[in-house]
């Protein structure tokens, strides 16, 4: 199955991430933003596995400036290492991210985090699962939610918006976390794990993959202002439980008023 081919390859990748050593870092535009020998070498990986797959399909990934056409056939939107910086410091929270596009609609998300060995994959329609095993989203009130952040640390416009947004959810909820991989972030939200997360911006490789894994895990995903995510630019991007995510909207905790962001 065309599922099961793309996890392989997804974990073959793996692979080269657990193997990395002696890391060349470069900087890239902005502040906070780095990209590595490791990030090419696993996006060529995948790029060549992928294509092997469907080798109609376009190919959009991080570190190729690639804005291949993502509206028409299939189109594979990458990011080889999701949580760079995370990967640079060996904090061990990266995954790799494979979205599958349809005529510009997501019909698959693999999800591969190698340091825990776990496998987040959907396919449109039919359910989302860890390592093959089905998984949900959970049932808490924003009461009693995790929320995951992203500090948008690339973008220090952003920063204000960020926090306060950050302290109006925090006080509203259980606790914060800031993994550092929008990805895992929202694979934990698809599991249970966590209940909501959030960035200010991010870009389609970041949340290609998981919006299709969490739509299937039953939970929502759109852009801060509730505007449908977008896979050929940047965007806000929230995304939670049913229950949490609606809770975000009905209590506009994401209109920042009396900040230079309404
Ligand atoms: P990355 O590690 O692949 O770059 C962390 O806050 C999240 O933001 C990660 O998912 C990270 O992905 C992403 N990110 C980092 N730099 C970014 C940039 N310049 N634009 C958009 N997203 C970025
Ligand atoms: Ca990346």
């Given at each position: 199955?065309?599922?099961?081919d ?8 793996g ?5 990395a ?12 933003n780095?990209?590595t ?6 996006q060529?990986f ?16 991080e570190?190729?400036?690639c ?10 939107i990458v ?6 910086t995370?990967f ?21 998300g ?24 089905a ?5 808490n009130p924003?009461?009693?939610s ?7 640390s ?6 204000d918006?960020t926090?306060?947004l950050?302290r109006r959810?925090f006080?509203?909820?259980l ?17 249970g794990?966590a ?9 389609p490789w ?10 299937e895990?039953?939970g929502?995903m759109?852009?801060l ?9 940047p ?7 049913a229950?949490?995510?609606r809770e975000f ?6 209109k920042?008023k009396h900040?230079p962001?309404?």
């Amino acid at each position: 199955m065309l599922i099961d081919d793309i996890s392989a390859v997804a974990q073959e990748a793996g692979e080269i991430i657990l193997s990395a050593h002696d890391l060349t870092v470069k900087s890239k535009p902005g502040t906070a933003n780095f990209v590595t020998d490791y990030d090419i070498r696993v996006q060529r990986f995948l790029q060549e596995g992928l294509l092997a797959i469907l080798p109609d399909a376009h190919f959009v990934g991080e570190e190729n400036d690639c804005t291949d056409d993502v509206f028409h056939g299939y189109a594979f939107i990458v990011d080889p290492i999701d949580g760079t910086t995370n990967f640079i410091r060996d904090y061990r929270a990266s995954s790799i991210s494979i979205g599958l596009s349809l005529d510009g609609e997501i019909i698959m998300g693999v999800v591969y985090d190698p340091y825990r060995h776990e496998l987040f994959t959907a396919e449109k329609g039919n359910g989302a699962f860890l390592n093959r095993q089905a998984i949900h989203v959970a049932a808490n009130p924003l009461s009693n939610s995790i929320i995951c952040l992203g500090t948008t640390s690339y973008d220090r416009s952003k920063t204000d918006l960020t926090f306060t947004l950050a302290r109006r959810l925090f006080d509203a909820a259980l606790d914060l976390r800031r993994s550092g991989s929008f990805a895992l972030d929202a694979c934990a939200v698809a599991c249970g794990r966590a209940d909501l997360a959030f960035e200010a911006t991010l870009n389609p490789w970041d949340y290609a993959a998981v919006s299709c894994i969490l739509q299937e895990a039953g939970g929502k995903m759109s852009q801060l202002d509730s505007t449908p995510i977008r896979l050929d630019r940047p965007g806000s991007i929230v995304c939670g439980s049913a229950i949490a995510y609606r809770e975000f909207f009905d209590n506009e905790f994401w209109k920042i008023k009396h900040t230079p962001f309404s």
